[in-house]
């Protein structure tokens, strides 16, 4: 099993433009998530899914849409880059259920993008 | 709201020292605690959650309900501890699975 797989590794964007980062597992894991961490503010969580076809807003989800359209992807799209969304972000997944662990989250490798 | 803090930006120890990282954390429901590290060049990964009881890696953590805190403590450090530590919390029922991530704790421990 890969995990959770996330490309690009690093991305450089002039304003204004946009890109997707890409997220896939491979665990059959039901929740999937986006975070991003910065310096000084941890990791904070964009978007949220509990299934295919069902996505919900994180505590910083402005800028960025989701779709969960497969269990496997969860792609993270920024429609016009700004200097602020420079940052490390992060794909998560975990599996349903209290017991089972749906709290435990694996994480991907980060994709460090940069805005300029 | 929840709300976890980590008061310590950086925490140095020497080998051998005991080190003790602080997290408190308010909610209002019954909230699910963890320690989750990422070290140098490695995913960030989970260490420990509280209602397992169990002693990762050298470390523990109490969940305090009055204090409202989860501190995690290891009696000696050892130099491959320096990491990034996180203390995280989740509730259950509809946020369940979204985690709340404290600013995190930059561990150094000196040979």
């Known amino acids: 099993n890969a995990g959770v797989t996330q490309t690009p590794k690093f991305q450089v964007l002039k304003t204004g433009q946009s890109m997707t980062l890409q997220c896939a597992q491979d665990?059959?894991?039901?929740?999937m998530s986006w975070y991003r961490q910065d310096p000084g503010m941890g990791l904070r969580l964009i978007h949220y899914s509990v299934g295919a076809g069902i996505t919900d807003q994180g505590e910083v989800p402005n800028g960025y849409n989701v779709s969960r359209s497969t269990t496997e992807d969860f792609p993270l799209r920024l429609l016009s880059a700004a200097p602020s969304q420079t940052s490390v972000y992060f794909c998560?997944?975990?599996?349903?259920?209290?017991?089972?662990?749906?709290?435990?989250?694996?994480f991907g490798a980060g994709s460090r993008l940069t805005v300029l | 709201a929840q709300r976890v803090t980590q008061p310590e930006k950086l925490l140095s120890v020497f080998k051998g020292a005991p080190v003790e990282l602080k997290c408190n954390y308010s909610y209002s429901g019954s909230p699910e605690l963890f320690w989750y590290v990422q070290y140098s060049r490695q995913r960030l990964q989970l260490l420990l959650r509280h209602i397992s009881r169990e002693s990762i890696k050298g470390f523990t953590a109490d969940l305090n309900k009055g204090e409202t805190s989860f501190h995690l403590k290891k009696p000696f450090a050892q130099e491959e501890d320096s990491a990034m530590y996180y203390c995280?919390?989740?509730?259950?029922?509809?946020?369940?699975?979204?985690?709340?991530f404290g600013r995190g704790t930059q561990l150094t421990v000196w040979p």
């Open positions: 995280a919390l989740s509730g259950r029922g509809s946020t369940l699975g979204r985690l709340y």
């Open positions: 665990m059959n894991h039901e929740y």
């Open positions: 998560a997944s975990s599996r349903q259920g209290v017991e089972s662990g749906a709290n435990v989250l694996t």
